[in-house]
């Protein structure tokens, strides 16, 4: 006998399978969860009636449509000051790399975030998560990457785990202290990642602060070398990995990932065909940055017809930061993701759900409306889900998120 659901949702469904229909779509579709799981999905008029019991809470959202719950897969949300000069400066023609080997750049929200405490670095990202969230988002990846020192990453992560737990949000810390050398290690990039492996990676995993590793490679950062021996300690530890790749020059960081089993490659406007079909092979998914592409003024998009024709799953995230890409609002990324690097507005809601999912190692629970899934969803006052993707920033806010039966604070 089957036993009633604790709620059931009543509205369209765009549930991302792809199942070969548009959006996975289900119109007139009911959802039915138990204990936080999806336990089924279909058009309302095959709802099995033992599911609609007593105690059921009815969700009547006809004529609405519901996606799974967004997913920002790549986010620097904790960070202290903010870089508006640069913007001046790459006005009047300077470059996002001679920013920073003028020591500006990165450096300088390191020096700003070093100085701030754990609650005022609390305080300062606060409202860029509850930005995020009008727009449907209820699972954020945050990185470290602006303390560059034992204690100054370990406080960013703790500070990421803690906006997850105030305000019921699942979030995926990633340690990214390989994001810049620090000036005590200048001229020292192999030494400072010595001191990542034997030092800042452990502390970090011995409080539970790490759900993955990131590095920057790229001229200004970090070599293959001193990358790949990073990844080779993260995945000793049974760590997955995740690569700031190809964002600048093509630097092969795109096969580097794929090389290493990255979980993601992110933004990739220089990749090559051989780095895209490596992604291909690997499962790695293409992480694709339209904000940071925008406001640093990249001469080329990432090389999506290529992912496409490999198979590579893609995301959209807004990476959101001070420097390249100072942007709170996934369903603007996802506009522009449409209008700057022609995804389809399919492919942008698929972005920022199944792929995302995928890109966080979550595939298996999150990103799609499907049985045994976390039953996680946003309902969209919009007449199709291609909407989503059409206002710039998102006029149409998410109507509700969550799972308003069993509430939202204690999920991980
Ligand atoms: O994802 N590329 C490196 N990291 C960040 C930018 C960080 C910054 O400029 O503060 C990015 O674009
Ligand atoms: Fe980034």
Redesign the pocket.
């Known amino acids: 006998m089957t036993q009633a659901a604790d709620a059931i949702w009543f509205a369209h469904l765009a549930t991302m399978v792809p199942n070969g229909i548009a959006y996975g779509a289900i119109e007139q579709g009911a959802l039915a969860e138990r204990a936080g799981r999806i336990v089924w999905v279909g058009p309302a008029a095959d709802l099995p009636p033992p599911l609609r019991g007593p105690a059921t809470i009815i969700h009547d959202h006809a004529g609405q449509w519901i996606t799974p719950a967004l997913i920002d897969c790549?986010t620097?949300l904790v960070?202290a000051g903010n870089?508006a000069v640069e913007l001046e400066a790459r006005l009047r023609g300077d470059s996002?790399e001679s920013i920073?080997r003028a020591g500006g750049?990165?450096l300088s929200?390191v020096r700003a975030t070093r100085a701030a405490t754990e609650d005022e670095l609390f305080e300062a990202a606060t409202p860029r998560l509850l930005r995020l969230m009008q727009d449907g988002v209820r699972t954020v990846e945050i990185k470290s990457?602006?303390g560059l020192t034992l204690e100054s990453e370990l406080r960013m992560l703790r500070v990421a785990r803690r906006l997850g737990a105030a305000h019921g949000v699942r979030v995926c810390t990633t340690l990214l202290a390989a994001?810049a050398v620090p000036p005590e290690f200048a001229g020292r990039g192999d030494a400072y990642i010595d001191h990542i492996i034997s030092d800042i990676l452990p502390a970090a995993c011995a409080e539970g602060l790490v759900d993955a590793v990131d590095a920057?490679a790229?001229t200004i950062?970090f070599s293959p070398d001193q990358v790949s021996r990073l990844f080779d300690a993260a995945s000793g530890r049974g760590l997955r990995v995740k690569l700031?790749a190809d964002?600048l020059t093509d630097g092969g960081g795109a096969a580097l990932a794929a090389q290493h089993g990255a979980l993601s490659a992110?933004?990739l406007e220089y990749t090559s065909d051989f780095g895209a079909a490596a992604m291909a092979e690997a499962g790695t998914v293409a992480v694709l940055?339209p904000g940071?592409y925008a406001n640093?003024g990249a001469a080329q998009p990432p090389p999506v017809a290529e992912f496409r024709r490999h198979g590579v799953p893609m995301a959209v995230a807004t990476?959101c930061?001070?420097?390249?890409?100072p942007m709170c609002s996934l369903l603007l990324a996802m506009n522009l993701a449409c209008c700057l690097f022609r995804m389809t507005p399919e492919e942008a809601l698929a972005g920022v759900t199944r792929g995302a999912a995928q890109a966080l190692g979550l595939a298996a629970k999150l990103g799609v409306l499907a049985v045994g899934m976390d039953a996680e969803l946003a309902v969209w006052g919009v007449g199709h889900p291609r909407e989503l993707a059409y206002w710039l920033g998102g006029f149409y806010n998410v109507k509700s998120c969550g799972l308003p039966s069993i509430g939202v604070a204690a999920r991980k």
Request: charged share 15%.
């Open positions: 790549h620097h960070f870089r996002y920073a750049g990165i929200t990457g602006y994001h920057f790229e950062a700031h964002q992110d933004h940055l940071a640093v990476d930061n001070p420097g390249s890409s």
